[in-house]
């Protein structure tokens, strides 16, 4: 191992100088495997471990969750884009558009044709906009909020974990002072324990906290992304709409 030697040679110095110190040394890197550190944590020390590995292993979950649904939804929705540009007949787009559902513009597809459709065969036209415009924009804020489902976690994790592993900071200090206080002299045996457990959640909770900040701010973008495509094809639709239903064209364009 590459520390091996240096180690050997820092034994070998403190002997000389004092032989207590080196089986103090000796005896702290016996107890600072990371696995001997967790088996060897207090009640409080263990909970605080617990907490921010739960943390840690959701938060790599919810990660995998959203690559694999923001994937599949960006490579949907281009598809149907492309048919929807293809086509230029709302019907005909409709007719079609379950084969493309898991896209949010499906959705936002949907909900506007529902309502032109509803117009179109009471009146023979659109003759209220404003009301298509209205389904537009709760079907991008209903997708938006499924497709951010979960990402609170994420946030959370973020910015709690470094304050859990704070507190087993602190914690891990206190017992390193009680321990001082039980022995009889300032050793490093004494100290070595709560100053391992306190280091060790200080590095439990950025080990948490840094890969769930990154995911939170990768895809809060990704999500702002598609909430604007889902708004400018709506503006896409109404377009269309107007053009094919619009109140001008009503009696030529009758909806079947």
Do not use: C
């Not at 890197?29 to 590995?53: C, H, R």
């Not at 790599?60 to 694999?68: E, F, I, L, Q």
């Amino acid at each position: 191992m590459p520390l091996a030697l240096p180690f050997a040679l820092l034994l070998q110095a403190a002997a000389e100088v004092d032989p207590t110190v080196a089986e103090e040394i000796s005896a702290a890197s016996e107890q600072s495997t990371l696995f001997g550190l967790l088996l060897e944590a207090g009640p409080v020390g263990f909970v605080v471990f617990g907490i921010l590995a739960v943390m840690s292993v959701l938060s790599w979950a919810v990660a995998y969750s959203k690559h694999r649904t923001l994937s599949r939804a960006a490579k949907i929705s281009l598809s149907f884009h492309r048919a929807f540009r293809r086509v230029g007949k709302l019907a005909e787009i409709y007719a079609a558009s379950e084969q493309y559902r898991p896209s949010p513009l499906v959705t936002v597809f949907s909900y506007g044709y529902e309502e032109v459709a509803r117009q179109v065969n009471t009146h023979g036209a659109i003759t209220n906009p404003a009301s298509v415009e209205r389904s537009l924009a709760i079907a991008v804020s209903r997708e938006a909020t499924r497709l951010q489902g979960n990402l609170g976690l994420l946030a959370t994790t973020a910015s709690s974990a470094p304050f859990i592993g704070l507190f087993g900071t602190v914690w891990g200090v206190l017992e390193a002072f009680r321990g001082l206080g039980q022995s009889s002299g300032a050793t490093l045996r004494a100290v070595a324990p709560g100053i391992a457990e306190a280091l060790l959640a200080t590095a439990l909770g950025l080990f948490a906290a840094i890969p769930a900040l990154i995911f939170y701010n990768h895809y809060a973008a990704r999500l702002r992304e598609i909430r604007t495509n889902m708004q400018d094809f709506g503006l896409e639709f109404f377009n269309l709409a107007e053009k094919d239903y619009g109140a001008q064209n009503g009696a030529a364009n009758k909806h079947s």
